[in-house]
Nanobody, 124 residues
Framework: QVQLVESGGGLVQPGGSLNLSCLAS????????MAWFRQAPGKERQFVAA????????DYADSVKGRFTIVRDDFKNAVYLQMNSLRFEDTAVYYC?????????????????WGQGTQVTVSS
């Protein structure tokens, strides 16, 4: 099955930008919905953004809509999360996830494969 590796996390100031990358290693012919989730200290893991296996349908959490953009690049087997206008409450460990031929839901239980996560800290 597909394996995922996230990168790009770090420390940024409020209002700043950051780009997260998720590189996938998959078998030829396999297609997956891809999503980003995040988990802050003391909080449950929450949905951030997703794109279906065709790359046609994109969905965002209300908390990030208009600030974050999920980008799919199938030629590089990669999915990116472009993060702008970052806030303190965006601080979390960010995970990418894959769902075999999935529609790109907001439910973490639908995703079979997860990356190890990358830390994003928004601080002045």
């Amino acid at each position: 099955q597909v394996q995922l590796v996230e990168s790009g996390g770090g420390l940024v100031q409020p209002g700043g930008s950051l780009n997260l990358s998720c590189l996938a290693s998959r078998r030829t012919g396999e297609r997956y919905a891809m999503a980003w989730f995040r988990q802050a200290p003391g909080k449950e893991r929450q949905f951030v953004a997703a794109v279906d296996w065709r790359g046609d349908n994109i969905d965002y959490a209300d908390s990030v809509k208009g600030r974050f953009t999920i980008v799919r690049d199938d030629f590089k087997n990669a999915v990116y999360l472009q993060m702008n206008s970052l806030r303190f409450e965006d601080t979390a460990v960010y995970y990418c996830a894959a769902d075999y031929y999935g529609p790109g839901t907001q439910s973490q239980r639908d995703y079979e494969v997860w990356g190890q996560g990358t830390q994003v800290t928004v601080s002045s």
